[in-house]
Every structure is written in C-alpha cells, then in structure tokens.
C-alpha cells in the first residue's frame, strides 16, 4: 500500500516542479526588459535627482 501511494507522490513531485519550471520561464518572458530589470542593470545609476538633493540641502541650511 505504501509503495503505490509513495509513486503517485513522487509522479506529483515532478509535475509540480515541471510547473514550476514553466511558470518561471513564462514569467520572465513576461517580465523581460521591464522595468525592475533596467534598475538591475544599473541603467539609472548615473542619474541623479538634483531637485531631491537641493531641497534636502536646503532643509539642512533652515535647521541650522
């Protein structure tokens, strides 16, 4: 009795990683060149934003 139930878990181990195999690759077709991976590619990391970091200066002057 053990060893059919012990195959019927191993056949539903494999399904569920073949699952999760494809949904991965469906999620990263999907997800190509959005985005998260431009900032992972560090493609903003030589942009800085001169506004934030001028108001930010300027609070430290007031409080001074």
Do not use: C, S, W, Y
Request: net charge negative.
């Amino acid at each position: 009795m053990a060893e059919p139930a012990n195959k019927v878990a191993q056949q539903i181990e494999e399904r569920l990683e073949n699952l999760a195999d494809t949904v991965r690759e469906k999620f990263d077709k999907v997800t190509e060149g959005t985005f998260r991976d431009r900032i992972k590619e560090g493609r903003f990391a030589d942009q800085t934003d001169h506004g934030v970091d001028q108001a930010r200066a300027e609070t430290e002057r007031k409080q001074d």
